[in-house]
């Protein structure tokens, strides 16, 4: 099926140093222009930050500082770029919360006012959260076969652990290791596993003020355990020491401590952070 358009369309990506609007930049941006006559336009930008790319990024994206070491800055083709994109609508996926206002933080970093307002802002992931239900409804009707409202009281919350209970007994069944032929599709009837499956990111306290990372040794190589696997250690996800490690800078900045634990945080992070503070003093 071809679009239907009055005007073009861009659909694009981007990849970044992170997730920071303020303190993050465009490393990569990549769309492709659709007309409204079906001719399509294909781009591709490696772009230099002009800050360091953080080892997960490339370990992620494939780029590396020296990759763009020699590309142009954002602010270099920031006007061809809004040019090419005067009179476009947009579409990406996790776009209208990611990528379009990261997009718009770049454009008004390199003095360049482009008007969002104006383009119809499409996401894929949107469209797709909403036609499929990601709901406990939804659940319970894909691996139950049966309509919530015909079985349980809405919104009780003994109802709805009821209905948790058989939608997680359903997807065992129906991801049976014995009966299903994907590997990818396989779910193991075991705690761990199913622990592991159902994390969705890397945080180690709940807001993600410190999350996981891959422990690197002097030389910046993976540290592996006996098993081959690579060492995590907890690091900071946020403020000046955004990627250092907690415990090294619990040693040399003694009262980021005593900030965190005073700041507006919550009580988890705090809580995380003191554990992992309580841990690291019994090797200093």
């Not at 959260?129 to 709901?135: G, L």
């Not at 965190?260 to 919550?266: A, K, M, P, R, V």
Request: with cysteine; aromatic share 10%; hydrophobic share 35%.
């Amino acid at each position: 099926m071809k679009l239907n358009l009055q005007k073009p369309i861009v659909i694009f990506d981007l990849e970044t140093t992170g997730l920071d609007l303020v303190n993050d930049r465009i490393i990569q941006i990549s769309y492709i222009k659709v007309h409204p006559d079906g001719k399509e336009e294909r781009h591709n930008h490696i772009i230099n930050p002009g800050k360091p790319i953080p080892q997960m990024v490339t370990d992620l994206t494939g780029l590396s500082d020296s990759d763009v070491a020699d590309k142009p800055k954002f602010k270099d083709i920031a006007t061809n770029l809004a040019n090419d994109f005067t009179g476009c609508d947009f579409a990406g996926f996790n776009s209208n919360h990611f990528d379009i206002p990261m997009l718009a933080e770049e454009f008004l970093r390199a003095g360049v006012n482009f008007d969002f307002s104006k383009c119809r802002l499409i996401d894929a992931q949107t469209i797709f959260h909403k036609m499929e239900r990601r709901n406990l409804a939804a659940a319970y009707k894909f691996y139950c076969g049966r309509s919530m409202e015909d079985d349980f009281e809405a919104h009780r919350a003994d109802q709805d652990t009821e209905a948790t209970y058989r939608v997680l007994m359903g997807q065992l069944d129906k991801y049976n290791p014995e009966t299903e032929e994907d590997p990818e599709r396989r779910l193991y009837n075991d705690m761990d596993f199913l622990a592991e499956f159902s994390r969705q990111n890397q945080n180690v306290d709940f807001a993600g003020r410190i999350v996981w990372a891959d422990a690197k040794d002097a030389n910046g190589k993976p540290v592996m355990d006996a098993d081959g696997n690579p060492v995590k250690v907890e690091v900071f996800n946020f403020g000046k020491h955004k990627g250092e490690t907690v415990a090294s800078v619990l040693r040399y900045d003694p009262g980021y401590y005593s900030w965190i634990l005073s700041g507006d945080f919550t009580y988890n992070t705090k809580q995380v952070l003191t554990r992992i503070r309580l841990k690291a003093s019994k090797f200093m």
